[in-house]
């Protein structure tokens, strides 16, 4: 199944409706989730994924799920493998996968 669009980066949605919604600086943010700045800035950059870790973290400062941020990122990798290019694979055998 492809998706249509490529799902946003928990990491942009982090920035866009917690950072720049609220004016908080990247700084500020990392020392409310107890994380370095660098970290923060990798994650909303999107060249981090959210982990398990930062999934709880991101849960207990906005007064969301951790589900909601695992979802997001599950979904973003969903995607990414779905439309990655591959070497040619052949299927196995029906009657091995039975």
Known sequence: MRHIRKP???GAIF?????????????????HL?????????????KARCSQAMARRLAEATGSGVA????LQANYDAWQAENMELPEVTPFPIDVCA
């Open 15 to 31: 920035k866009r409706n917690i950072l720049e919604r609220k004016e908080l600086s990247v700084t500020d943010a990392a020392k």
């Open 8 to 10: 946003t980066h928990p």
């Open 34 to 46: 107890g994380i370095t700045r660098k970290t923060l800035s990798e994650f909303i950059n999107e």
């Open 68 to 71: 909601v941020w695992i979802n």
